[in-house]
């Protein structure tokens, strides 16, 4: 564990020890600050992003000043649209539905043990059975130092994380079918992963106990590299081929920071199913012509009737394949810093300023950021130089092809440079891809037999997805609740964020 782990830990630990003592007494304000701040934290990830594009427009307007007296009425309309989103609403049932039922169920439990205690006691009166009594006197108050511990001391601490269980399946469940048909694989996969890794972390050593002797360590101490690196390997795949396999807007970053011309992705893709053979005219190659003309190169060099695309081509026009993998790498270096220092200079402004005491503080915390920005740009520049440079060199052992296997060599390959991150990050970032490979491997191979019998988009997938998200919610906030420490430490913030 790192300090900065530890730190987390501690200061989660103490905010939520100190929220319970402050709240104990106020259940009802405690689930309204929890309903409140569930609703309006996803409300405002709906608005913010469509707020912005309403400023970046209004900004860019050829005359802002027209466009000022229609800005008001637009903003106003996107307020009401997000408040209508089932994306709110889903985070008011998940998490003030937990909070509220959470309260209610021990409450329900113990005056029911009370009616059952008097009946008992009636029952022990008339028939002088007072081991009964005793007996199960016993099982309802538990240890006095778990009943410190514990919001409702006469419940046993099994009975009240059972309880808790059901609140949170409950309330995911009613999540789950307010939220849009076309984010609940999304929320499911997310879920599932990360319930997955708190699991393997709490519960490590066991793990390793258990681990065949045939199996090597580092295998263990690598899984979230190896995990990223399978992720990455189905993600591209489905780039390549099945681009329909994952989200349009994923697909499309993807390709820009590639650098790809999309009508060498479709030559690649036609190929690869025969709609396009070199040498034969099926009439699927005019794209190409264009494609030629547009870098001033003659029009028959992107014609597949002559033969294998030229390299020159592939290449966008830039001459030999180590200069085009220079060229992409560079070019992925320097757009992925554009991405990366926001991402890793913003948070330690925003959660480290408490720390930034003088000059030197502040420039120790600018500089760390700066190497981690540049240590994750240089891991992007090679993953996309390793896809490049694999698909060149698949043409040129096939004598320009254009063979899956460099594609699928690349695929598998590139994934390999997230060892140029630091191992905090790696993980990180395979939580990030594993969810979208497992969805793009379940559209492109489920489907097919699914939808055949009417099933793929009926009950039985919400089904098993509402059962996925509500199992493993109920695991998160039931481990959060009472067993704080076995939720890893970024989780448990956010959890601690929502749960008031």
Known sequence: MTDADADARTHTDAGTDADTDADTDRPLVRIA????????????????????????????????????????????????????????????????????????????ALRWSSSALSASRSIEHVSGNTRLLQQQQQ?????????????????????????????????????????????????????????????????????????????????????????????????????????????????????????????????????????????????????????????????????????PIPCLIAHGGIHGCVNHTVFVWRNGFFDALKLYLPVHILPALVFGIRKISTPADLALMLGRSAVGALRSSTFLASFIGIIWATICAGRQFYNRGDRPIGQNLGSFLCGFSIFLERPSRRREMALYTVPKAIEALVTRCVPARWSAGGVHSGRVRYTVESAVFSACMCYLLATFKHHPRDVRPALRSLLAFFVV
């Not at 000022?68 to 408040?83: D, I, K």
């Not at 309802?140 to 009943?147: E, G, K, V």
């Not at 694989?185 to 002797?213: E, G, N, Q």
């Open 33 to 108: 600050k929890t309903a409140a701040r569930a609703y309006t934290t996803a409300y405002g990830i709906v608005l913010l992003p469509r707020l912005l594009g309403l400023l970046i427009a209004h900004v860019r307007s050829k005359s802002p000043s027209k466009r000022l007296s229609a800005l008001w009425p637009t903003l106003a309309r996107l307020m009401r649209r997000g408040l209508l989103a089932r994306t709110p609403w889903a985070f008011l049932a998940l998490f003030g539905g937990f909070a509220a039922l959470d309260d209610l169920l021990p409450r329900l």
């Open 139 to 307: 099982q309802l108050q538990p240890p006095a130092h778990l009943a410190r511990q514990q919001s409702f001391p006469d419940l046993q601490p099994s009975l009240r994380r059972r309880l808790t269980m059901a609140a949170a399946v409950l309330s995911s469940t009613a999540a789950f079918a307010l939220i849009h048909p076309s984010s609940r694989l999304d929320f499911a996969l997310f879920v599932l992963v990360r319930t997955v890794d708190s699991v393997c972390t709490s519960h490590y050593a066991r793990i390793v106990a258990l681990k065949p002797s045939w199996l090597p360590a580092w295998l263990l101490d690598h899984g979230g590299a190896i995990a990223f690196q399978l992720s990455c390997w189905e993600i591209m795949y489905s780039w390549f081929y099945h681009p329909t396999a994952l989200p349009s807007s994923y697909t499309k970053w993807i390709t820009r920071m590639g650098g790809m011309d999309t009508r060498l992705i479709q030559m690649l893709r036609d190929v690869k199913s025969g709609r396009v053979v070199y040498g034969r005219d099926l009439g699927h190659q005019d794209y190409l012509r264009d494609y030629a003309a547009e870098l001033g190169l003659p029009r028959a060099m992107g014609d597949p009737v002559h033969g």
